[in-house]
């Protein structure tokens, strides 16, 4: 049977690895190779790496550092943050990356969706969607959180699917980094919605918590950055217990 | 030495890397001459098969890799390049195993891609899975499989239905996971490639 995923989210700036509570304090969490190949010795299933620089040598950066995983890395992984265009697609692509993830940049030009998937393949394409509860809508947000769009989220992710996207990446910014557990009544509606991989993301705390999600859901995998980063949930234990309910994972 | 033929499909930056940290030696093959200075072959591909049939054709190589009796590998693509015809883009293909590239069907339980983990179960002896456990988890990520055949199904795999992980018929092999991306087990069937 196809195994769910579990994915450690690896923030990255300047080549080193942080994460934000809520996206806006962040804290140094190490060296992202490392960190990387330790998730990998430890059973991941995948990684993605979530660029945050800001600079100009911002694409030189993350080549090398995509090259240095690829080198190191037995499982795939994913490069999010910054992809505005094929020709910063294609240099991660020839640098090792498996996928890459966009956000922002679809949002603002959704035609980009199209061109990637048609270039590379709709495996390749990632539609990382962020949303946020308001009112009674959940509607997509842009930079982190902070911006909200008019874009209602289960629209945007079927248009996302319509136009190419091979996998859907949902982070949930009431949840994320509040440890209270997934959004499983928008994930279940999102998952039953579309007919492509979902990534649960955004308020992981507990083991039980991605028991639910993937109960709750049957979401293809689920990502999460502090509880693996801190070491409050190690991989092995999360996949034991997840065999223990019955739920199909790589061991 | 393994000799990895360049056709220009797809990137092969993970497999080269994968191939040096496990201190397999390996080479590029551009022309037929090239052919001669290894021992065994891999034909890589990502993306869609009938174009990279179509680029296959433009590198004049389609003759001499119909003719090698050294063992071949076709991973993901390059496997399916190695069966008789793709439902992705039409294409007649190399057809060095007379089965078929499928889509698979739309359904209301499964996804596609197939993107993930599944478990592969080697259905005959061979090198290529030695030390492999039955049901070992590889990193599939495809819209297309190849039919399940019990003459040339190496090893199978169950989504939507059953089909071949790997196939198999004198020297030429085919897997549709990627090795270079399926931890441990991915490596141990590339070590054994290197020995066969």
Known sequence: ?251 | MIGIIRYGAGNIFSLTATLERLGIPYGMINTEADFELYDRYIIPGVGHAGAAMDKLVNTGLVPAIKALNKPTLGICVGMQLLTSYSEEGNADLLDLFPVKTLKFPQTANFKVPHTGWNQVFAEKENPLFKSIPLGSHFYFVHSYFIEYDPLYTLSSTSYINKFSASIWHDNFYGVQFHPEKSGIHGETLLKNFSKI
């Open chain 1, 1 to 251: 049977m196809l195994a769910k995923r579990i994915i450690p989210c690896l923030d990255v700036k300047n080549g080193r690895t942080v994460k934000g509570v809520n996206f806006v304090d962040l804290r140094d969490a190490g060296d992202p190779v490392e960190l990387a190949w330790n998730y990998s010795q430890q059973g991941a299933d995948e990684l993605v790496f979530l660029d945050i620089t800001a600079t100009v040598e911002k694409r030189k950066t993350l080549v090398e550092l995509v090259k240095s995983v690829a080198r190191q890395i037995n499982i795939p992984f994913t490069i999010g943050g910054g992809i505005n265009e094929i020709a910063d697609a294609d240099a991660l692509l020839n640098a090792g990356a498996d996928k890459i993830s966009i956000n922002s940049a679809a949002v603002r030009n959704p035609a980009l969706i199209d061109e990637l998937a048609k270039t590379f393949g709709v495996q390749f394409v990632i539609v990382a969607v962020d949303t946020r509860v308001m009112g009674d809508k959940n509607i997509v947000h842009l930079n982190g959180g902070r911006l909200p769009t008019e874009k209602q989220t289960l629209d945007w992710i079927k248009e996302a699917e319509s136009r190419g996207a091979g996998e859907i990446l949902l982070t949930s910014m009431d949840h994320d980094g509040t440890k209270v557990g997934f959004d499983n009544g928008l994930l279940k509606k999102v998952n039953d919605a579309v007919n492509i991989p979902v990534i649960a993301s955004g308020g992981a705390g507990s083991v039980q918590h991605f028991v639910d999600v993937f109960k709750h859901t049957n979401v293809d995998a689920a990502l999460a950055a502090s509880v693996f980063h801190y070491g409050e949930i190690l991989i092995p234990d999360l996949k034991g217990i997840l065999k223990q309910n019955n739920i199909e994972v790589r061991i």
